[in-house]
């Protein structure tokens, strides 16, 4: 193929390949050629353009393919256009003459029809260049269409649109011609030619104006034509011509000269709507014939018409586009309605035709309101629809109400009105579904009346009318659940008044049937309480039926209907009912057969309907209660179901003979009777019927074969039991379109109506797949089918094999003995219930006999070979189940085989397709079932594919080859080079027309490219060849015009680039992607009118953008730029994909679509948000700007308006006038979407730079580079973005917009304020949040609104943000609305909505209010401590925090309420969280904030906010110190509902004291937080965990529950299990350190126990009888400690855990033996240092609690932990700095060493060896067995020595052995050569002389003394250097000085005359101090200063000394003289100082 890739063809190499591979080079030249002639310079070209055009003429007689000859005629045109012009007219006489030709042979073809396209594609390319000749062009191919065949035709067609395109004006010699011969292929047989002439003339109106004026009428009556036998393709086309037509004609203004000419008369907007009514009304037959057939009274217009025109209908209005339609909108609606009532009344008589003239009517509203009206325009919508149905109603008002005969019979207008009113209801409730809570204002403006309107609909005469009213109500509830509690109401009163009247009934039964389905879309719910309303009604109007004959049919339809739909209302309410409506179910049937023998023979029709109503009725309710409350079906229950159940079926049985006596008017009743048993049936488990079995098996049977059956509706029953890829063979109508909705009708036959909702009124209820659509059930007839043969599978598999056989031969024989289409029905039925038998026993893992098997193949293959290809797919899917469930090899190669022979013998296009199809199901049930059969599989079907004279069979045995290639996986790699060529073949080879067998090839291409998969990526030449290939199908599929197998092209590419991404060119794809996406989309509806290709271009985007977001985003914005045509789409270029997206997501109904948008614009976000900020910052500000403020929309629609009225021109069609706004007036839905992108930017900005969030740094770095963007620059974007949100009308929109708002508060709250220290940026904008919050807290916002608004209330509080008081007020206030209102509990709150509700609204504010006390608390408590450290005052006043005080003042006013509250609801939470079995013990109303009935839904709001209550209770206790300050008070006046919390029931019983009050408030928090923490679910957060932590520490700070914690032992053991098992679990270190300190509380409370009890036992007793005091704390008299018992052991346990996770060489069964590997010491993080430190603290504590000799057990566990972590984590540090741990480890050692235990002298002995011991293990570590371990950090096991030396008592370190290894470590430490080591050595050696013990002094003092002195002498030979060396001087100096203070009076002398020389050996002369460094500077100074103290101190020596050596004496003399000369002469530099200042550094901690 690379040789391909040249200028001019290798026609050598060309030469030299096969037909396929020479087909595949030349395309492949061309492709590249195309490309390249635009890449040459023009004189490159046109030096090779003779070559190339002879190339390219030649190729042209040799029969090119559809693909090549389009690309050929591509690149004739192209190179035209830039080389030379010279022979162009050559060329165009030589495709002429190919023309002419008279050769018709099928070879010769392609070249002629090769021919035409070059023409179209010359003429279309170079234009009016070629106007001169170009008539006899366009004369001689109209005179050679006469004679041409259907692609013939189709190419000439789309020529001429070419030629038309290209020559513009300048063609209108030829216009009428064209129109004549567009006019004959509009109608034509092939649907291919219609599609293409509708093209043709539609690129013709627009140069010629009689097209839209003198011959309009003949247009449309030509368009209604071309409507009758379509397909969806012609639909499309064809309604796009005929709306373009009719908007131009409305909006068009007439040249001056040619108006005259033309037609003088403008056609008004009325004229055009009445043409297209009449081709709605009375289809193609024109106006004269019309007339006569209304006298004649024969039925009118076929279905694809009106579908057709309805689809104009839409274009036509998109086309003006939606500005227009909010002008004109009142006349349009007038008319779409009046379609409906002026229906030829013969034509509605059927209902059939009614519902499927609604359907087209609602299509048309809802996609011209629903798509094209911004929100503003649709509220205005609703206004007119309101006006509508009000205006008849009066209508029906008249008639009803007048009493003259003559008006009476005027009721036809009812008749004829009702199904305007069905319309105008649906579409109000659709309307204002879609804007959700924005509609709020439109319900409350009382001028319009809606809900009045809707509401007095409710009783029209007509039952489809009253369902339509219900429905609509359903929809407002739905989308504003505010509504629903009051509508409820409303309606439940009507319904109790107006039981008197049969329409009321119905009317008003239905309206609250559907508000209850309504209560499962709003989470708010109902209130509890309705359910018994609701239930006691429907009693009373079952009972009260019997009583009045008028009203019995419609009061027992009622009330079981209101029964049914009051069970979606799910378990909690029905639970309460269960009984009554068991009773009620049990008394519907009679108890036994004779009872049901006797009623048969009695009553007349009439009550035979009303029973059968009442039973059919029953059913439909155990029906919904089994399907809605499942977790209610006991077994008790089930048994109480069980009885009725065998007298339903023997009255099934009996209905024939019933029917037969008394007449037809009981087939309706019989009908949905059966249906709703045999649905009731379906879901109960068939053991439940057991003995009836065979009853219902037989009634099945005949069900299906029945005699009366209608006519088949095979798109019913079979889409279900096909498999959905396979459906895509059949019609495109079976696929998903954006016409579905109105498409349906044509697939289910004349006879038959689609779903509508009168068929079926208990479906009011259902919850709808569609969403908000309206439920569309089948006609009974259909429906009772469809269950029968669901049914009849389950029936049929639990029968025994004999009567199995025996139904079987029935229906085989029933098939048998029926003709024509009787026989196809019955076919169609059985075969539907023999693959629901196989689907079942597949399911349900069973088997079938033999017979069955030969039975139900003979019953498949017959239905195989059936005319019908639904019933062949569906036979199929059946055949390949058989062998599924046979899943024997044999039977299957059987299978296959009966198959291949069919194959190989019939001729027939059935069998063929049939046959062909079952081979691939086969494959895809049952995988590969071996090399030979799958060879000869793919033999036949290669083999049919080629089958050119048929196209259905090749796209049939194609889709099979792509099921095949599918399921055969890595055994195909051997076929893939046959299948690809052969796919490329039929791809260059079949014409376009067939896009069917495309689709099928693009499939396989498809399933090729998967089964290759990552192999693609290969560079082997066979890999490289077979990419090629693919990458040239998916080129072929590109260009191919139908939209299906274009996104087949995309699918394929998308595999391609997921396997082979470097092969793929991602420039070219994206550009096609946004192409199809946004072609057009200026005109709103009209992008690609194909649902699928949108949703494989979203697939494809979506896939690309997860791996190479920024380089699709460049190439789509450089696809914009690059556009030549200005007009291309503008969006682009300004907002990108990303706008262009969020503008298409905004536009898009398809709800899989928008998920894809959605997500690709995730993506995006995820990967580009931060790069492009402000781009993403602006779109959704331009998004959400929107919903500022309705008044400012409506400016701007002012000013368009305005702009509109100026020109009426084409300015609609092409907007180029004004720029369109990319995102002009978004949905509330797209808004949320924008509220939650910017919760997201945030979130990703926070993972990357730190500038963000940083705003010094942000403009510093935007300083340097302009380029650069940060989120914190933005920060008054987000805070308005969040602003708008959060004042919407929109519900949802005000929830994201606080959650945006709490999330900006939390990620921006602490950053400071460059310009104004102290403050904080987010300071500015209080107003903002105050005015964001404000709107939430008003009386009718919703609770979940509140809910989030306290939330982010109390964020902002606690985020210190606002310093000042005052303004803190503002939002505190809110908050304290809140409480006032939630005061009275749970009684006050709004009756709109559930129980559940309220609660979560109270606990809102409850925590809320917690979150702010703790903050508060916090506050005070840091600065407490800041005031106690602070050093000055300014200090403190500075500290960051607000007035402290303040915020707990405001907080304290309501403290007393609050704490109430909060206890209150701890309660609640702790009853809640009982388990079930203690469920008879909680109090029957509940608890003070939930209701019994609604606890199940109050448990989850308590989860989410009890810990933070918990926290700020338990805080508040500790607060009161446990002393309520207003007990008294507290009884008195009391809000809270009363609880048992801290008083006793009010009945008056004892009061508790106030202990008790303690005990249970302690218990109640202990018990919540233990129940918590010791089974930690998955999910619980860390925040609550934390919270509960936080709630037990903030306990254990107060004396009193410590003493409860102290002196109960098992309970501290508990908690410390607990705690335990929160540390293994959690590995949050913030959990483990707060885990950590409650243990530490718990020890400490242990040990102010054993020292209170060891107090008092002193005090008792008295100090004479100390021997006989017993022993306190753990281990008694013997210190054993029982694990489990005792809270040593377990403390020990838990700490063990920590250290050990942190330091796993502390366990020694991990290194194996005590210490045998010794390892590197380790530097713990921040975080494991902490916890280490903690358990160190604890550890050290521990020893207290125990008696003597229980300390004696522990102490060796003890130090060895101390130790070890001491040893473990000595690593070295810069300056001698001790790491954290170490220091932890050193702090837990003194505190162990100066234990009263080791002085106890019980326990003195032993821990005075177990110390020795410790020390002797501390020494060892500098030498350790085996060597290694040098690594050690001297300075840290010094000090390890120095405090053993210095903290225990004498004889520890007295011991020769010990002392002498001591002495000998700091001897090594004082010879080090690292100064650090040696001055810290100084240091610690200083706190050992000071010592005053001389017992442990004095031998340290004897061995260093000499060498310390020694060391200080030789400092004069070798000055210091650094500041290191210079404080190693220092520290000496020091120490020396300590010697002298420590000796005694006769040795002092010699010292002091040691200290004097060394000092003054430092000291400098005047000279030598100026040029001295500053370190001998300092030292100088340093010494002189010493030497000015010891001089007066020590007078005697100091004076003998000087006396004895001048030279001392002359150099002291010296240095004080030079020292007084610098002073005068310059102040004393800084730096001295601050050496000198450093020089007095301490060991930092207090371990000495």
């Known amino acids: 193929m690379e040789l391909a890739h040249s200028l001019l063809l290798n026609e050598e190499a060309s030469s030299q390949l096969g037909e396929v591979q020479k087909a595949e080079f030349i395309f492949e030249w061309l492709r590249y050629l195309e490309k390249l002639l635009l890449a040459t310079s023009r004189n490159d070209v046109r030096e090779n353009q003779k070559t190339l055009v002879e190339q390219l003429l030649s ?95 189709y190419e000439i067609m789309l020529s001429l649109q070419s030629i038309l395109t290209g020559l513009g004006v300048a063609a209108a010699p030829c216009h009428r011609d064209v129109y004549k011969a567009a006019r004959s292929c509009l109608t034509d047989r092939s649907m291919a030619v219609r599609c293409a002439a509708a093209k043709c003339l539609l690129e013709l109106q627009n140069e010629a104006v009689f097209m839209w004026s003198t011959e309009l009428d003949s247009v449309a009556t030509l368009c209604f034509k071309s409507f009758e036998g379509s397909n969806y393709d012609v639909r499309i086309s064809v309604s796009k011509l005929l709306g373009t037509v009719l908007a131009k004609a409305v909006i068009a203004k007439h040249p001056g000269a040619a108006a005259s000419r033309q037609s003088a008369r403008r056609v008004s907007l009325e004229e055009v709507l009445e043409l297209l009514g009449t081709g709605f009304l009375r289809g193609s037959s024109g106006f004269l014939r019309a007339s006569g057939d209304l006298l004649k009274g024969s039925s009118s217009v076929s279905r694809d018409v009106r579908v057709g025109v309805t689809q104009a209908y839409v274009v036509f209005v998109s086309t003006l586009g939606g500005a227009w339609l909010e002008k004109n909108f009142s006349v349009f609606l007038s008319h779409i309605l009046s379609l409906l009532s002026q229906l030829n009344p013969k034509a509605t008589q059927t209902q059939t035709d009614a519902v499927c003239c609604r359907r087209c009517v609602s299509f048309i509203l809802r996609a011209t309101i629903g798509g094209l009206l911004g929100e503003k325009a649709q509220i205005a919508a609703a206004k007119d629809l309101c006006q509508a149905i009000w205006k008849l109603k009066k209508v029906m008002d008249a008639v009803l109400s007048d009493g003259n005969l003559e008006t009476r019979l005027s009721s036809t207008d009812v008749a004829a009105s009702q199904h305007s009113l069905i319309c105008a209801l649906q579409e109000l409730g659709n309307l204002i579904h879609s804007l959700g809570t924005t509609a709020a204002p439109l ?97 009373d109007l079952l009972c009260s039926a019997a009583q009045n004959s008028r009203l019995s049919l419609q009061r027992t339809q009622a009330g079981w209907l209101l029964i049914a739909a009051l069970m979606t209302l799910g378990t909690a309410v029905v639970s309460h009912h269960l009984a009554r409506v068991l009773l009620l179910w049990k008394c519907v049937f009679p108890a036994s057969p004779q009872d049901l023998q006797t009623e048969k023979s009695r009553g007349d029709s009439f009550t035979w309907q009303v029973t059968l109503e009442g039973r059919a009725g029953a059913l439909c309710a155990v029906k919904s209660f089994i399907s809605h409350c499942g977790d209610l079906l006991t077994e008790e229950v089930i048994q109480r179901l069980l009885p009725p159940l065998p007298c339903a079926v023997d009255l099934l049985t009996q209905l024939s003979s019933i029917l037969k006596t008394y007449g037809s008017s009981l087939k309706t009743p019989s009908v949905v009777y059966r249906q709703r048993l045999y649905e009731l049936l379906i879901l109960l488990p068939p053991e439940t019927y057991k003995g009836n079995l065979y009853a219902i098996l037989r009634e099945l049977s005949a069900e299906l074969t029945a005699p009366e059956t209608q006519a088949a509706a095979s798109a019913c029953l079979l889409p279900a039991l096909c498999h959905p890829s396979d459906l895509l063979i059949l019609s495109p109508v079976l696929q998903e379109t954006d016409h579905r909705f109105i498409e349906e009708q044509l697939l289910l036959g004349s006879g038959v109506a689609c779903g509508s909702l009168e068929y079926d009124p208990y479906s009011i209820y259902e919850e709808d797949a569609g969403g908000d659509s309206v439920p569309k059930p089948l006609p009974p007839a259909l429906s009772v089918i469809s269950s029968a043969s669901r049914l009849f599978g389950i029936v049929c598999a639990n029968v025994d094999e004999a009567q199995r056989v025996l139904t079987l031969e029935q229906l085989l024989n029933s098939i048998k003995h029926t003709k024509g289409a009787r026989q196809q029905t019955v076919q169609l039925h059985v075969l539907s219930a023999i693959s629901n038998l196989l689907k079942y026993v597949a399911g349900s893992k069973r088997s079938l006999g033999p017979e069955v098997r030969r039975l139900v193949l003979t019953l498949v293959l017959g239905a195989l070979e059936s005319p019908n290809p639904l019933l062949r797919c569906a036979a199929s899917e059946a055949w390949a189940r058989l062998a599924h469930v046979v899943d024997d090899a044999a039977f299957t190669a059987g299978l296959a085989q009966v198959s291949f022979d069919k194959l190989k013998s019939a001729r027939d296009v059935v069998s063929r397709t049939g046959h062909s199809l079952a081979l691939g199901s086969l494959h895809r049930y049952l995988g590969s079932t071996g090399p030979q059969h799958l060879s000869a599989c793919i033999g036949v079907l290669c083999t049919l594919s080629q089958d050119s004279t048929s196209p259905d069979v090749q796209t049939w045995a194609l889709h099979s080859l792509s099921l095949t290639i599918d399921s055969a996986g890595a055994l195909y790699h051997m076929h893939v080079e046959s299948t690809l060529s052969l796919i490329i073949m039929l791809l260059l080879n079949v014409p376009p027309t067939h896009a069917e067998v495309h689709q099928s090839l693009g499939r396989c291409l498809n399933a090729l490219i998967t089964t290759l998969g990552p192999e693609l990526q290969g560079n082997s030449p066979s890999v490289s060849s077979l990419r090629t290939s693919c990458l040239l199908g998916c080129a072929v599929m590109q260009d191919n015009p139908g939209c299906l197998v274009q996104a087949q092209a995309i699918s394929c590419l998308q595999q391609l680039h997921m396997f082979a991404p470097r092969h793929v060119n991602l420039s070219s794809l994206v550009s096609c992607l946004c192409e199809l996406l946004l072609d057009n989309s200026v005109l709103v509806n009209l992008c690609s009118p194909y649902l699928l290709l949108r949703r494989a271009v979203l697939a494809c985007l979506r896939q690309l953008v997860q791996r190479e977001a920024a380089e699709v985003s460049e190439h789509a914005v450089m696809l914009a730029r690059d556009a030549r045509d200005p007009a291309a789409d503008p969006n682009l270029r300004e907002v990108g994909l990303e706008g262009a997206l969020l503008a298409l997501l905004d536009r898009e109904t398809d709800e899989s679509l928008c998920q894809d948008i959605r997500e690709t614009l995730h993506h995006m976000l995820t990967s580009m948000a931060v790069e492009k900020l402000s781009l993403w910052l602006k779109l959704c500000k331009d998004v959400l700007a929107a919903s500022a403020d309705f008044t400012a929309v409506t400016c701007v629609d002012a000013m368009q308006e305005e702009e509109g009225d100026r020109g009426d021109d084409a300015s609609v069609l092409t907007r180029s006038d004004d720029k369109p706004q990319p995102l002009s007036n978004p949905r509330w839905t797209t808004r949320v979407f924008a509220a939650d992108c910017v919760c997201r930017i945030i979130n990703q900005c926070e993972s990357a730079n730190s500038a963000h969030f940083d705003i010094a740094l942000a403009q510093e770095m935007k300083k340097r580079d302009s380029r650069n963007d940060f989120l914190v620059l933005h920060l008054a974007d987000l805070i308005r973005m969040a602003f708008m949100a959060a004042t919407d009308h929109s519900d949802h929109l005000r929830l994201s917009g606080l959650d945006t708002l709490l999330v ?132 403190s006043v500075r500290s960051t925090s607000p007035a402290p005080g303040g915020l707990l003042d405001l907080v304290c006013t309501d403290l007393g309420t609050l704490s109430r509250l909060w206890l209150a609801a701890l309660q609640d939470f702790a009853l809640l969280t009982l388990p079930a079995e203690f469920a008879s013990q909680l109090p029957v109303e509940g608890g003070a904030f939930y209701t019994a009935e609604t606890s199940e839904k109050a448990k989850l709001h308590y989860h989410s906010s009890w810990a933070l209550i918990l926290h700020a209770a338990a805080l508040w206790l500790t607060s009161t110190g446990f002393a309520d300050p207003d007990e008294g008070a507290a009884n008195l006046s009391r809000p809270v509902t009363p609880t048992s919390m801290c008083q006793g029931s009010s009945s008056g019983a004892t009061v508790k004291s106030p202990e008790d009050v303690y005990m249970d408030r302690f218990h109640l928090i202990l018990g919540i937080s233990v129940e918590f923490l010791c089974s930690l679910r998955a999910d619980a957060t860390m925040e609550s965990i934390t919270a509960c932590l936080l709630a037990l520490q903030a306990l254990l700070d107060t004396p009193w529950p410590r003493s409860r914690i102290g002196s109960d032992q098992g309970l501290g053991i508990e908690l410390l299990n607990v705690l335990h098992r929160v540390i293994l679990t959690r590995e949050s270190p913030v959990i483990q350190l707060a885990s950590l300190e409650v243990v530490r509380q718990i020890i400490c409370a242990a040990q102010e126990h054993v020292k209170e009890k060891r107090r008092s036992a002193e005090v008792d007793d008295g100090a004479s009888e100390k021997e006989t005091l017993p022993e306190f704390g753990e281990g008694k008299d013997t210190g054993g400690l029982v694990p489990g018992k005792s809270l040593v052991f377990a403390t020990l346990e838990l700490c063990v855990c920590i250290l050990v996770r942190q330091l796993p060489e502390l ?151 010990l002392q002498k290894r001591c002495v000998e470590k700091f001897k090594a430490a004082l010879e080090s050569q690292d100064p650090v080591v040696q001055m810290k050595t100084y240091q610690l050696l200083h706190s050992i002389f000071q010592y005053p013990n001389p017992a442990i002094s004095y031998p340290y003092i004897y061995s260093l003394a000499s060498s310390i002195v020694e060391k200080l002498q030789e400092i004069d030979k070798r000055k210091p250097e650094d500041a290191t060396e210079l404080q190693l001087c220092q520290e000496g100096i020091k120490l020396l000085e300590t010697l002298v203070t420590v000796a005694e009076d006769q040795h002092r002398a010699q010292l002091v005359a040691c200290l004097l020389p060394v000092l003054i050996s430092f000291l400098l002369d005047e000279n030598a101090l100026g040029s001295a460094s500053s370190v001998m500077r300092s030292l100088h100074d340093f010494a002189l200063q010493n030497l000015m103290q010891i001089g007066p101190r020590y007078s005697s020596v100091f004076k003998s000394v000087m006396a004895s050596s001048p030279a001392l004496k002359a150099r002291l003399e010296a240095a004080v003289k030079g020292n007084q000369e610098s002073v005068r002469v310059k102040p004393p530099s800084k730096h001295a100082k601050n050496l000198g200042r450093s020089s007095s550094i301490r060991l930092k901690t207090n371990f000495l």
């Open 59 to 153: 190729l042209l007689n040799s029969s090119p393919g559809p693909p090549t000859r389009k690309l050929l005629a591509q690149n004739l045109a192209t190179l035209y256009s830039i080389g030379d012009t010279f022979s162009v007219y050559e060329t165009i006489d030589k495709c002429n003459d190919l023309i002419r030709s008279k050769d018709d042979s099928p070879s010769y073809l392609p070249t002629k029809l090769a021919a035409v396209v070059c023409l179209g594609s010359l003429y279309k390319k170079l234009g009016r260049i070629l106007a001169n000749g170009f008539t006899d062009t366009v004369g001689n191919i109209l005179k050679a269409m006469k004679s041409a065949e259907s692609q013939g035709r």
């Open 443 to 539: 319900l409350q403006d009382s001028s319009t009346g809606l809900l009045d309107s809707v509401v007095s609909v409710s009783v029209h005469p007509s039952v489809s009318v009253r369902l339509a009213a219900a429905w609509c109500l359903h929809c407002i509830a739905v989308a504003l659940p505010s509504h629903l509690t009051p509508l409820l109401d409303r309606c439940l009163e009507r319904l109790s008044i107006l039981q008197s009247s049969p329409e009321a009934v119905t009317g008003f039964s239905f309206a609250v049937a559907a508000l209850l389905g309504a209560v499962t879309h709003c989470p708010l719910g109902i209130p509890h309480g309705k359910g018994k309303i609701i239930m006691a009604l429907a009693e």
């Open 1707 to 1857: 366990n020694p069964k991990l290194t194996g033996g005590p210490r045998v590997k010794a390892s590197q010491p380790q530097t713990l993080s921040e975080e494991g240092s902490g916890l280490v430190a903690a358990a160190l603290v604890i550890l050290a504590e521990l020893p207290a609690v125990c008696s003597p000799e229980g300390s004696i057990s522990i102490l060796p566990t003890v130090l060895y932990l101390v130790i070890g972590v001491l040893r473990e984590t000595a690593v070295k540090l810069p300056g001698g700095q001790l790491s954290s741990p170490v220091t932890a480890s050193l702090q837990a050692l003194k505190g162990i060493l100066t234990s009263p235990m080791a002085r106890a002298e019980k326990s003195h002995k032993a821990w005075t060896s177990l110390l020795q011991s410790a020390l002797a293990t501390v020494l060892d570590c500098w030498s350790p067995v085996d060597g290694a371990h040098q690594e050690l950090d001297e300075v840290s096991l010094l000090t390890a020595v120095t405090v053993f030396i210095l903290s225990t008592s004498p004889e520890v370190t007295t011991l020769p052995c």
């Open 1304 to 1435: 900006v508060i939390r990620r921006f709250a602490d950053i400071a304020e460059p310009e104004f220290p102290g403050h904080v940026i987010l300071e500015q904008y209080q107003a903002n949040v105050g005015a964001a919050l404000r709107p939430a807290f008003t009386s009718e916002t919703p609770p979940d609104v509140t809910a989030k608004a306290c939330q982010v209330c109390s964020a902002w509080i606690a985020s210190g943000v606002v310093r000042d008081l005052n303004d803190l007020r503002r939002v505190h206030q809110l908050l304290v609305s809140s409480l006032t209102k939630i005061q009275a509990g749970k009684e006050a709150l709004s009756h709109l909505y559930n129980e559940s509700a309220s609660t979560m609204e109270i606990l809102a504010v409850l925590k809320a209010w917690a979150e702010v006390y703790i903050v508060a608390v916090q506050r005070h408590k840091n600065h407490r401590q800041t005031l106690k450290t602070a050093v000055n005052p300014e200090d």
